[in-house]
């Protein structure tokens, strides 16, 4: 089944302590993304890859690191968590740049 | 600037009825893409149209229809004969051709609560 998946689903965790949240798709898809969605704000993306090695911020990078060391995996990188990074986490990826986004089933994420 | 507007926060009709989502959009692409997205209450993220600017077709697919209309800058979701499954956030959102990040540019999204 084509698909998105992330984990963990759920997290709760302390201020500074890092955590990664990982992200995969079995669609060979080129790129990938994570979004953050909360209340009021809707959602909004942190980063995005167009491809191996390649990535980018987007409108809310700080805070967050990402890699893409294989075409499958984005993992998303909280080096130092804190209370307003507490949110619902959404990796996405798409085959091509025009093409339509696919999203993962989101990470909730509390941080203390 | 990209923008998509949802002006409706909460919408509440009871089984039967029909309803119709409102988005409009702003961009300076001549080339850009619209889509709907469902978030029912389990949260995932679940995709139910594309529309590309150039196709301004619109289509029907079950209860579902959709009003593109580039004169108006709108892309309007209708859903016929309302159940109560279809409770769920609704989502407009737009990308364009040569958008810096390749984001998908969200509205704040429409609640849609059926009743029976």
């Known amino acids: 089944e084509a698909q998105v998946t992330q984990n963990p689903r759920y997290l709760i965790t302390v201020t500074g302590k890092k955590l990664t949240v990982t992200c995969s798709q079995n669609?060979?898809?080129?790129?990938m993304s994570w979004y953050r969605q909360d209340p009021g704000l809707g959602l909004r993306q942190i980063y995005y890859?167009?491809?191996?090695?390649?990535?980018d911020k987007g409108d809310v990078p700080e805070g967050y690191k990402v890699s893409r060391k294989e075409k499958r995996n984005f993992p998303l990188i909280l080096e130092s968590p804190s209370p307003n990074q507490t949110s619902l986490y959404f990796c996405?990826?798409?085959?091509?740049?025009?093409?339509?986004?696919?999203f993962g089933p989101g990470t909730r994420l509390l941080v203390l | 600037a990209q923008k998509v507007t949802q002006a409706q926060t909460e919408i509440s009709v009871v089984e039967k009825e029909d309803v119709t989502l409102d988005c409009v959009y702003e961009?300076?692409?001549?080339?850009?893409?619209l889509f709907w997205y469902k978030q029912p209450p389990s949260g995932e993220l679940v995709f139910l149209i594309r529309?590309?600017?150039?196709?301004?077709q619109n289509e029907i697919s079950g209860r579902y229809s959709w009003n593109f209309q580039k004169s108006t800058s709108s892309f309007n979701f209708t859903i016929t004969a309302s159940q109560v499954v279809d409770s769920a956030v609704y989502f407009c959102?737009?990308?364009?051709?040569?958008?810096?990040?390749?984001?998908?540019?969200f509205g704040k999204g429409t609640t849609l609560s059926v009743s029976s």
């Open positions: 996405a990826s798409r085959l091509g740049r025009e093409e339509t986004q696919y």
């Open positions: 669609m060979n898809h080129e790129y």
């Open positions: 890859s167009m491809n191996v090695e390649v990535t």
């Open positions: 961009t300076r692409d001549t080339t850009y893409y």
């Open positions: 529309r590309n600017s150039f196709d301004e």
């Open positions: 959102a737009l990308s364009e051709a040569d958008g810096a990040g390749t984001a998908l540019i």
